[in-house]
């Protein structure tokens, strides 16, 4: 009896440490397959500076939506629209939704009244590996200058309430969008700072023209940040040397279309104490203040958790001085090629140029629409004698020096 209780309890103990050894097996190779900031990864995409587009699903279809924390709502093209789902009843527009557009919805340039408004079923958007259920019903617009100024197909646009349900962190070093389920980790980060939020709002950063404070609402989906006319007179009147008229003309884009926009190049404001050097604003004639792409690219990365409504960055090279553009040239997306446009015609003329020559190559580099932004830039900043455009006109090539 003795024997068998003693190999009763070898056994037993033999089978608990094979057991508890299985366990801790079990338990690493589950370390290792999964990593806990890893898994809650939704979406590694590659980005732009001038702005953030990722791919999304719907209904098994993948798509491009803009990120634009400047939306109150989800918008998508109303031809696409048309495709996917059905137009939304008054009945099945939240009371909320309904009132708070009752008087139209405000852009950066003008309003869109309620009348001129569509309003569409929404369906469940799936991000990376992660799908948001149905929402607010989606607003719906004609997209076709987006896809012009952006230089691919945009079908759709991501508000302030998609935004909120995820966390976003931007490399503007390697170009990548890195978006979270769950808040990522702040280490490595060298500041967060708080921000301000509020229902149908963007959320706002505080920026400082010393001893002043202003506060900007972060709108991803504008390429330049903006501030009141009345902030621009107060900076004519306090300090003339602070602010410089950009060269005119060119354009800006916003839920009601093209528009003008006067631009200024400011001195003096600061944020979070870094000088943010010379940078350049647009006179919003509405009021609105606004941190616009260019003021995010200024960072090496950055990171917002809307849970924690916390703004974390790196910042190196900070501090930047905007150039005044030596020109400006209008170009847009359109029909599978870079074409330009949207010029005054006397304004293009010297320059040997016409509206909807379709440009081939610039400096012997081949246009993609891709590289829309980048050829913008060449247009601009290239020294006078040092431009060199092949186009086609009227099924012709020709050569332009410029």
Known sequence: ME?????????????LHLLISTGLLLFVASCARL?????????????????????????????????????????????????LTQQATQAQIPAIVYETNIKGIASVDSSLQMHEL????????????????????????DLDVYSQVAGVKVDGILGIEIFRQLNWAVD???????????????????????????????PELQMDYKPSAIFLRVDTGADFSYVSDEFINFLKDKNQENVAPEMKSGHQVSATGLYHEDSYLVNGLYFNDMSVGRMKVGENKQGMYGIGMNFLSRFDN???????????YNASNFTRYDKEPLRKISVRYFAQHIEVFYNQSKDIARFGLMNGDVLLTVNGQKITPAKIDDLRQLLSYTPSGTLTLILERNGKQQTIKI
């Open 302 to 312: 950055y990171l917002f958790i809307p849970s924690k409504m916390l703004f974390c």
């Open 35 to 83: 990593n806990p900031q890893k898994e809650a990864q939704v979406l590694i995409s590659k980005i732009n500076t001038h702005a953030i587009i990722i791919p999304v699903i719907i209904s098994n279809k993948t798509y491009n939506f803009l990120l634009d924390t400047g939306a109150s709502f989800t918008v998508i093209d109303n031809n696409l629209a048309k495709t």
């Open 172 to 202: 503007n070093r390697s170009n990548s969008l890195t978006v979270w389920r769950h808040a990522p980790s702040i280490l490595g980060y060298q500041q967060c700072i708080p921000y301000s939020d509020r229902y149908n709002g963007a």
């Open 118 to 141: 569509t309003f569409w079923q929404p369906h469940p958007i799936t991000i990376g590996n992660y799908q948001i259920p149905e929402s607010d019903p989606w607003l719906g617009l």
């Open 3 to 15: 024997v068998y209780i003693l190999f009763a309890k070898i056994r037993t103990k033999h089978f």
